[in-house]
């Protein structure tokens, strides 16, 4: 579980609780409303489709950047990795190998949004764990 945290970032995100009581997890619950609203939103693309539209590659690259930079802000590093995973298939970038066709972005984001929901499901869990409540 400990490799889903950057424990670096966190443990900054931790000290400002001595300020604010609660601003950690209030952070945390705020990212966990925009993941589920984001993977809705890639969703709603992706529904009963084939093959995107290159506006809808782009939307989807949009998401994928948008999701990347709160994980990361927050040291989720398996979301994060899973999101930029997502951010440049949509940009039709083969940028880390791991499509086995160069030109299955598609495949790619339906792999790379499971991934991410996957590790968002471990997260939410450790997250309910560490704050001894439902997140």
Known sequence: MTD???????????????DEDGFSKSLIQTFIDQAQQTFTNI??????KSQLTDEELNKIS??????????????LIKIQEQCERIQNYGLKKNFDGLL????????????ALQNARDEFKNSRKFFSDYYKEVL
């Not at 889903?4 to 001595?18: Q, S």
């Open 100 to 111: 086995s066709n160069d030109s299955d972005f598609l495949g790619g984001i339906i792999e």
């Open 4 to 18: 889903l945290i950057n424990w670096n970032i966190f443990n900054e995100l931790l000290t400002m609780d001595e």
């Open 62 to 75: 949009q998401y994928g950047h948008y999701l990347k930079g709160s994980a990361a802000s927050l040291g």
């Open 43 to 48: 969703d709603e693309i992706l529904i009963n």
